[in-house]
């Protein structure tokens, strides 16, 4: 059931392995990437008592010794002080240019492990082994690493492409309905983004991958991350292509924002939010048919997921703060915000041609109905 994606970046490529079973192989799997028979891995404190037996027990079926370092779980961690206290427990363990640091966890974990990779002498090599459905069709692939700033969502950060993904889909069961479901919500942006036909199969499979179904996980997983791999492959530092990924973030980020990044909105429903508005607005502009986001908010109505601002528990700002909130985003150039529409289901664009009185009144109608 195993399958293998390559990310093609010349010599910064590598292969993501998905499927069940993973962290047993972790062992055959790294071992031939290392110049000596130890790694350092970076995890949390919820991962950890999960899931580190299992992937120590996997490496040392290859003879490879593994030294942890467990952060405390949560947003909070992606910080200078954590940041600090990684990369100096790295040095600590004696980590030479030739090592490999292994990220165990979720999105967090990979984009803080990846970047004291990227820093620690100046560049080592780091495995990412994702352990969240978000991480696994998103964060783990493509080599955006970093940390937050007290200014702003990850606004520090480098390129640092990891050496091999290793998506284990069997630890996928130990998730939270609420987590796993907000990490479908990037598995619903890939469709939506640019394969008509893979949102087409999500609406008949989704509920069975959401009660476990391991082939439908796998496929899932793989047809996600086989999207955001070319993407990534034609457009890695995000000049153009790889921005379509942001598909829903604009409002997202706002939504976060306006919600002190809390248990209110996690970002995977953020996201998914995001792009049923996306597509409204989308509509709006007379873009898309107006059957393309009563689609999209059907599908994230089945799966039980939040589609409506309504759907965020306690109050929101008005359509003017949340405006505001947009114009902070990083993607706005030249004070232009760039936002990702779409023509229609698997057919999304980026452009800064958007009128804020549109955006404002889509704002207002969602808002109206909270
Ligand atoms: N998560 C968006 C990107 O990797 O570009």
Known sequence: MQQVVPVALGARSYEVVIGPGLLAEAGARIAPLLARPRVTVLTDETVAALHLDA????????????????????????????????????????????????????????????????????????????????????????????????????????????????????????????????????VVKYGLLGDADFFEWLERQGSALASGDMAARVEAVTRSVQMKADIVARDETEQGDRALLNLGHTFCHALESATGYSDRLLHGEGVAIGCALAFELSARLGLCAQEAPSRVRAHLKAMGMKCDLADIPGDLPGPDALLDLMAQDKKVVDGQLRFILARGIGEAFVTSDVPRDTVRAVLEDALAMC
């Open 55 to 186: 992937l120590r027990e996997g490496l040392a079926t290859h003879g490879i010794q593994a030294e942890a370092l467990a952060l405390p779980p949560g947003e909070a961690t992606k910080s200078w002080p954590q940041l600090i206290r990684a990369t100096e427990w790295l040095l600590e363990q004696k980590v030479e240019r030739r090592d490999i640091v292994i990220a165990l966890g979720g999105g967090v974990i990979g984009d803080l492990a990846g970047f004291a990779a990227s820093i620690l002498r100046r560049g080592v090599r780091f495995v990412q082994i994702p352990t969240s459905l978000l991480a696994q069709v998103d964060s783990s692939v493509g080599g955006k690493t970093g940390i937050n700033a007290p200014q702003g969502k990850n606004l520090v950060g480098a390129f640092h492409q990891p050496s091999l993904v290793l998506a284990d889909t069997e630890v996928l069961g130990t998730l939270t309905a609420r987590d796993f479901l907000a990490g479908y919500g990037e």
